[in-house]
C-alpha cells in the first residue's frame, strides 16, 4: 500500500500572508488538523491546531500577546515541510511520522502538492486492520490535572509531554479530556480575542493542621473546566486494538482513556497504534 492510496486529495490550502482566523476557521469548517501554505504555487510551509493552540499561553512577552487571529499564517507555521511521493510505501510514511513527530505528510508530485497523508488516513488503512494486540500491551501512563489549572498551565505541560492531558475531579475520577483541538478551537469571550477572566476559588487548609476552608486564590484567565471535552469516550485495558480503533473511527477522535472499575488505568492513542504499523 502506498501514499497515494490513502491520501486526501485535494487539499485545503492558504498562503502565507493570511491570518490565522481564516486558518483556523478552514480547519473547524473542514474538520481538518493542518493546512499546507501555498505561495505562488510552491509549498512553503504548513501550519497546524498545535501551532496555533500553543500560542494561547499568556505568560509570553506583552509583543507576542496581541489577538491571534490577526497574526500572519507565516509567523506560525513551520517552514519546509517533511513531504513523500505519491508512491512512498505506508509503512515508510508511519515511520516519518513517529520519527520526526508530525501527524500529517503532503504529498508532492511534480513539483506539486496532490495530497496530504495524516495519521487519521493511515487509521483507514489495511494495515491497521491487521493488528492484533490488546490496548494494555500500546496504552501509556496518563498526564493528569485539575478541573482548576490554568490555560498557561497546561499549555505548558502539553508542551514539554507533547501530550493530551486528562482532567479529574477531587476524588481522582475522571472529569474530561484536552486535546490540541479544544486549545485551537477555545470560543473566545469577546470580540477582541481575548481570554476571559474569572475567579477561582479552592479548597485549603488555612494552617497546616488547620480546617479547610473555600478561599480566594487568584484571578485567573479560562481553566480546565472551561474548554475541556465531555462526557470522555473509555476503553478497558484487556479490549481489542480493533476496537479501540473503530471507537476512534466512529467517534473522530484520536485517543481513549483507559479505565477498569472507575479507576483510570492510561490512555490509548493514535500514535500508539500507528507505532504498531511502523515496527
Same mark, same amino acid.
Given at each position: 500500500?502506498?501514499?497515494?492510496?490513502? =491520501?486526501?486529495?485535494?487539499?485545503?490550502?492558504?498562503?502565507?500572508?493570511?491570518?490565522?482566523?481564516?486558518?483556523?476557521?478552514? =480547519?473547524?469548517?473542514?474538520?481538518?488538523?493542518?493546512?499546507?501554505?501555498?505561495?505562488?504555487?510552491?509549498?512553503?510551509?504548513?501550519?497546524?491546531?498545535? !501551532?496555533?493552540?500553543?500560542?494561547?499561553?499568556?505568560?509570553?512577552?506583552?509583543?507576542?500577546?496581541?489577538?491571534?487571529?490577526?497574526?500572519?499564517?507565516?509567523?506560525?507555521?513551520?517552514?519546509?515541510?517533511?513531504?513523500?511521493?505519491?508512491?512512498?510505501?505506508?509503512? $515508510?510514511?508511519?515511520?516519518?511520522?513517529?520519527?520526526?513527530?508530525?501527524?500529517g505528510?503532503?504529498?508532492? $508530485?511534480?513539483?506539486?502538492?496532490?495530497?496530504?497523508?495524516t495519521?487519521? @488516513?493511515? =487509521?483507514?488503512?489495511?494495515? %491497521?486492520?491487521? %493488528?492484533?494486540? +490488546?490496548?494494555e500491551d500500546?496504552?501509556? @501512563?496518563?498526564?493528569? %490535572?485539575?478541573?482548576?489549572?490554568?490555560?498557561?498551565?497546561?499549555?505548558? #505541560?502539553? &508542551?514539554?509531554?507533547? @501530550?493530551?492531558?486528562?482532567?479529574v475531579?477531587?476524588?481522582?475520577?475522571?472529569?474530561g479530556?484536552?486535546?490540541?483541538?479544544?486549545?485551537?478551537?477555545? /470560543?473566545?469571550? !469577546?470580540?477582541?480575542?481575548?481570554?476571559?477572566v +474569572? @475567579?477561582v476559588?479552592?479548597?485549603?487548609?488555612?494552617?497546616?493542621?488547620?480546617? +479547610?476552608?473555600?478561599?480566594?486564590?487568584?484571578?485567573?484567565?479560562? %481553566?480546565?473546566?472551561?474548554?475541556?471535552?465531555?462526557?470522555? /469516550?473509555?476503553?478497558?485495558?484487556?479490549?481489542?486494538?480493533?476496537?479501540?480503533?473503530? #471507537? =476512534?473511527?466512529?467517534?473522530?477522535?484520536?485517543?481513549?482513556?483507559?479505565? &477498569?472499575?472507575?479507576?483510570?488505568?492510561?490512555?490509548?492513542?493514535?500514535?500508539?497504534?500507528?507505532?504498531?504499523v511502523?515496527?
Amino acid at each position: 500500500m502506498k501514499a497515494a492510496d490513502v =491520501m486526501t486529495s485535494p487539499v485545503y490550502v492558504v498562503g502565507p500572508a493570511e491570518n490565522v482566523a481564516h486558518a483556523r476557521n478552514l =480547519m473547524l469548517k473542514h474538520q481538518i488538523s493542518r493546512l499546507p501554505v501555498i505561495e505562488k504555487g510552491t509549498l512553503v510551509g504548513i501550519i497546524t491546531k498545535k !501551532d496555533i493552540g500553543y500560542r494561547l499561553r499568556q505568560t509570553e512577552p506583552a509583543w507576542r500577546r496581541r489577538p491571534i487571529d490577526h497574526i500572519p499564517v507565516s509567523v506560525l507555521m513551520t517552514p519546509d515541510p517533511a513531504t513523500v511521493g505519491p508512491e512512498t510505501g505506508i509503512r $515508510e510514511v508511519s515511520s516519518l511520522m513517529i520519527g520526526c513527530d508530525i501527524s500529517g505528510i503532503p504529498v508532492v $508530485e511534480n513539483g506539486e502538492v496532490a495530497g496530504i497523508v495524516t495519521k487519521s @488516513d493511515l =487509521m483507514r488503512s489495511a494495515l %491497521i486492520g491487521k %493488528i492484533t494486540t +490488546k490496548v494494555e500491551d500500546v496504552m501509556e @501512563d496518563v498526564i493528569t %490535572i485539575t478541573r482548576y489549572h490554568s490555560l498557561t498551565h497546561i499549555i505548558d #505541560l502539553m &508542551q514539554e509531554r507533547n @501530550d493530551t492531558v486528562v482532567v479529574v475531579n477531587n476524588d481522582g475520577t475522571l472529569a474530561g479530556i484536552i486535546t490540541e483541538s479544544n486549545l485551537t478551537f477555545f /470560543i473566545y469571550a !469577546d470580540e477582541k480575542s481575548e481570554l476571559p477572566v +474569572k @475567579d477561582v476559588t479552592m479548597l485549603r487548609k488555612e494552617a497546616h493542621a488547620g480546617r +479547610k476552608s473555600f478561599r480566594h486564590v487568584v484571578e485567573m484567565a479560562a %481553566i480546565a473546566e472551561d474548554f475541556m471535552s465531555r462526557p470522555v /469516550i473509555t476503553i478497558t485495558p484487556g479490549a481489542p486494538v480493533s476496537e479501540a480503533v473503530s #471507537l =476512534m473511527r466512529e467517534k473522530n477522535i484520536n485517543s481513549l482513556v483507559v479505565v &477498569q472499575e472507575n479507576e483510570i488505568r492510561g490512555i490509548i492513542k493514535r500514535d500508539d497504534i500507528i507505532r504498531e504499523v511502523a515496527q
